[in-house]
C-alpha cells in the first residue's frame, strides 16, 4: 500500500495565536480525522533554531502534518467537500495558506 503525507502550511492573525492554536488542536484535527482517508496527524510550530537565517523570512510559521491512506485524491476531495458543506475554520487562522501532497518513495526508516 503507498502512503502519503498532506503538508499544510498556515499562519494564525497576530494577536489571536492562543485561539487559533486551541481551534486546530482540539477541534480542526479531529474534523479532519473524521474524514475517510486521513490516518494521522500532527502540528508543528517553526522553531526559533534555524541552520540558514533566511529562514526567518519564510511566510509560515505553522505546519500541520497528515498521513493518507488509501487515494490521496480521494482524502483531498473529502476535505474539500466537508469544507464547501460548512467545516468550521477559525477566522483566527489567516486565509493565505498551502496545502501540499507528498507520495512515499521509501519505507519508513526508523533509527
Known amino acids: 500500500m503507498s502512503s502519503s503525507l498532506c503538508i499544510v502550511q498556515t499562519n494564525a492573525v497576530p494577536g489571536r495565536e492562543a485561539e487559533f492554536d486551541e481551534w ?8 479532519v480525522l473524521a474524514l475517510p482517508g486521513f490516518a494521522s496527524a500532527q502540528r508543528f510550530r517553526m522553531s526559533s ?3 540558514d537565517a ?3 523570512a ?3 510559521r505553522y505546519l500541520a502534518s497528515y498521513e493518507l ?3 490521496p485524491r480521494a482524502a483531498l476531495d473529502a476535505l ?6 460548512g467545516m468550521y475554520l477559525s477566522p483566527a487562522m ?10 512515499a ?5 526508523v533509527a
Not at 24 to 31: C, I
Not at 94 to 103: A, F, K, L
Open 24 to 31: 486546530y488542536t482540539e477541534q480542526h484535527l479531529a474534523d
Open 49 to 51: 533554531v534555524q541552520r
Open 54 to 56: 533566511a529562514a526567518a
Open 58 to 60: 519564510y511566510p509560515y
Open 69 to 71: 491512506s488509501g487515494d
Open 80 to 85: 474539500a467537500a466537508a469544507v464547501a458543506d
Open 94 to 103: 489567516e486565509g493565505d495558506r498551502t496545502t501540499v501532497v507528498y507520495d
Open 105 to 109: 518513495i521509501t519505507d519508513r526508516i
